[in-house]
């Protein structure tokens, strides 16, 4: 497949976690990332970690899925003993997660739950495409403990979508959202791309406005993204579609946030804008804030206590090993706390919260570096004790505003 895992150190055969990363267990919100690898079709842009059914293996079905993601939630449990916190959040990603029945879904999740407990206020969330759900699929999910969905609309131009490869109506994106209120979700988000090849500005526009015209609570919106090793990649080097335009790009993100801003959805990480605090994905927050979570299914990534460790890529070396009572973890790194501090300003510089100032404060000659970021319109103005936070045209610079601090 397209994307890489790192290289890392090697994984020990059982799973086991440094007792250095267990004692920080429960100093900070703990999730669980479960990943689905399963799509009808590969879409020309994406480098995540997907299956179509042609590209599985022996051995390895969407039917059986379950009861192996099951066997990795077991080791979890073993690897993070009696000591393990209470999961705060879910995020059930992919590939296309509804391609699985609801029921599939609603046991993984009932797995969590009776491993390790879900806080009383959990937030549960699925992705799904707008054609691999129905009224009554919303409905078990709903049931299940599922809280919040995210729906990839992508766009609402026929021509976008099919640049992209999306095969669902856009039209079917309202009739959606409104059966996942009609279900009970409480929260629903959309996800956007901008910068498709042949996306004009109106296109966008008219993707904006129907994404609004959905009511929902959250919206997510990236910038295309020419992976290496994706079709998407080979067409831009054959010269068939041209590569996305940094200006172009630019002025998406300006036209978006506009758009969101004024309909009442405020920016609280660069590309995630919502209608207020509850409705924040808390789980992609605990990414961007260094938290812990165990990552189930094939590909997936866990960090706890600084020790990082991902899966074997493929469904059926996933399966085989868990068959055979070994941890699917292919490799992890331990970081050390200069590597933590990086990683932490690189992502929490992203938040609307901003950069905290004792993070500043760990950082050589980053305090220096704040008028000039103020002077160049990059970052607020700072009062003594206080976070640096992007302004818009920092956002748009965000890398650079990183650069400045961790030459």
């Known amino acids: 497949m397209p994307s890489a895992l790192p290289e890392g150190d090697p994984a020990p055969a059982d799973g086991a976690l440094p007792s250095s990363a267990l004692a920080e267990l429960g100093a900070r919100p703990f999730g669980v990332y479960l990943h689905v690898p399963f799509c009808r079709v590969r879409c020309g842009y994406c480098d995540f970690n997907t299956y179509t059914a042609d590209e599985l293996g022996l051995g390895v079905s969407r039917a059986s899925y379950a009861d192996q993601v099951m066997a990795e939630i077991d080791l979890a449990r073993r690897v993070l003993g009696s000591e393990a916190p209470t999961v705060a959040t879910v995020f059930v990603g992919g590939g296309t997660p509804t391609l699985l029945p609801p029921d599939h879904l609603a046991r993984m999740l009932g797995g969590v739950r009776e491993a390790f407990g879900l806080s009383a206020d959990a937030e549960v969330t699925t992705e799904a495409n707008p054609d691999s759900v129905d009224d009554a699929s919303l409905a078990r999910l709903r049931e299940a403990g599922f809280t919040r969905i995210s729906f990839g609309m992508q766009s609402a131009v026929p021509h976008v979508l099919a640049t992209l490869d999306r095969t669902h109506d856009p039209e079917r994106v309202p009739r959606v959202v409104e059966a996942a209120r009609a279900a009970g979700?409480?929260?629903?988000?959309?996800?956007?791309?901008?910068?498709?090849?042949?996306?004009?500005?109106?296109?966008?526009?008219?993707?904006?406005?129907?994404?609004?015209?959905?009511?929902?609570?959250?919206?997510?919106?990236?910038?295309?993204?020419?992976?290496?090793?994706?079709?998407?990649?080979?067409?831009?080097?054959?010269?068939?579609?041209?590569?996305?335009?940094?200006?172009?790009?630019?002025?998406?993100?300006?036209?978006?946030?506009?758009?969101?801003?004024?309909?009442?959805?405020?920016?609280?990480?660069?590309?995630?804008?919502?209608?207020?605090?509850?409705a924040r994905c808390r789980h992609n927050i605990g990414y961007w804030t260094g938290g812990d979570w165990w990552g189930l299914g094939p590909g997936a990534h866990g960090h706890v206590g600084g020790v990082r460790w991902w899966n074997v890529k493929h469904p059926v070396a996933y399966a085989d090993r868990l068959a055979g009572g070994t941890s699917p973890a292919l490799a992890r790194e331990v970081l050390d706390d200069e590597t933590r501090l990086v990683e932490r300003?690189?992502?929490?510089?992203?938040?609307?919260?901003?950069?905290?100032?004792?993070?500043?404060?760990?950082?050589?000659?980053?305090?220096?570096?704040?008028?000039?970021?103020?002077?160049?319109?990059?970052?607020?103005?700072?009062?003594?004790?206080?976070?640096?936070?992007?302004?818009?045209?920092?956002?748009?610079?965000?890398?650079?505003?990183?650069r400045a601090l961790v030459p």
């Open 345 to 402: 300003v690189l992502l929490e510089s992203r938040l609307r919260t901003g950069l905290p100032a004792e993070l500043l404060d760990r950082l050589p000659g980053a305090e220096a570096q704040v008028p000039r970021l103020v002077d160049d319109g990059l970052v607020e103005p700072t009062t003594p004790g206080g976070p640096l936070v992007l302004t818009l045209r920092g956002r748009l610079l965000a890398d650079a505003v990183v």
């Open 185 to 278: 979700f409480e929260q629903v988000s959309l996800d956007l791309i901008y910068g498709t090849p042949g996306e004009s500005g109106a296109d966008w526009a008219a993707t904006i406005a129907a994404a609004l015209a959905c009511g929902p609570d959250h919206v997510s919106a990236y910038a295309l993204i020419v992976e290496d090793g994706t079709a998407l990649a080979r067409q831009v080097r054959r010269g068939e579609v041209p590569a996305p335009d940094d200006d172009d790009l630019a002025d998406k993100y300006l036209q978006v946030d506009e758009a969101l801003t004024a309909a009442g959805l405020d920016w609280y990480e660069v590309s995630n804008w919502a209608v207020d605090d509850a």
